[in-house]
């Protein structure tokens, strides 16, 4: 399913499977935690060609490659290729650069150090244990605290989390995690995001969320208001203040 929440409204938990990301767990039942305290994952365990493509994305987000052409076009490309010689760990994937190498291996190599030099993402990421995510009706909750780890290594764990999970996610800071290479999700009908405003979405994704059907609005801003009920294709009747325009546009601010 895809459901989008704005400022104030709750996310209500689907049924089945999923895997929410967010700063704190909500109260569930049958919640499985993941808490990066404690807990690591497999980077590569069952890695496809799908799933190594979402790695790249996940690299290519985490660190802007400027205009320089040659870095742009081969730093990710020259991952992808380590990646397709099934590297059993983040530690081992991309050798040490030499005299002549390069500008896509020197620039793969220092993204995937400075990675390492992270304390949390190299316990996490080169994890001799895997936290199982999937499974029938399994309700993962990962608990990525902003004030715990720091901006960085929240947002390469959610990344490589939404990477490697292949059923529903839940984002409970779109602004935060999702990038318009996020596309996928949406028109897999698999993406519940929750954000503050709707300017802290990119472009691309930003127009897709607005085409969602399902979307619950409380407290926004007056211009996100203003787009809601655009989407919602309701017209204004200026000498009618009790109008479905006007009313939807109280509810969404209340």
């Not at 409204?9 to 499985?32: M, Q, R, T």
């Not at 001799?128 to 309700?139: C, H, I, L, S």
């Amino acid at each position: 399913m895809r459901k989008l929440h704005i400022a104030g409204a709750d996310i209500e938990l689907p049924k089945g499977s999923f895997l929410f990301i967010g700063d704190e767990v909500p109260k569930h039942a049958k919640a499985k935690v993941f808490d990066p305290r404690k807990r690591g994952f497999d980077l590569f365990k069952e890695t496809d060609y799908r799933r190594s493509c979402d790695f790249v994305d996940g690299i290519d987000t985490l660190f802007e490659r400027g205009e320089n052409t040659l870095t742009k076009d081969t730093g990710p490309d020259f991952i992808a290729e380590c990646l397709d010689r099934k590297p059993k760990s983040l530690e081992r994937m991309i050798p040490p650069p030499g005299k002549s190498v390069s500008t896509g291996h020197i620039w793969a190599y220092g993204k995937i150090q400075r990675i390492l030099r992270s304390p949390v993402l190299r316990r996490v990421l080169c994890s001799e244990t895997d936290f199982a995510f999937e499974g029938v009706n399994r309700k993962v909750f990962a608990r990525l605290n902003r004030a715990e780890l720091g901006d960085f290594d929240r947002l390469a764990i959610g990344l490589f989390q939404i990477a490697r999970f292949k059923g529903q996610i839940i984002v409970e800071d779109g602004g935060i995690y999702l990038r318009d290479n996020h596309m996928n999700l949406i028109r897999e009908d698999r993406l519940i995001v929750k954000v503050n405003d709707l300017s802290e979405l990119p472009t691309g994704l930003h127009k897709a969320v607005m085409r969602y059907e399902d979307q619950v609005a409380r407290g926004v801003i007056y211009d996100d208001a203003l787009e809601l009920v655009k989407a919602k294709r309701l017209r204004p009747i200026f000498d009618k203040e009790d109008s479905p325009y006007n009313r939807f546009i109280d509810e969404a601010m209340a």
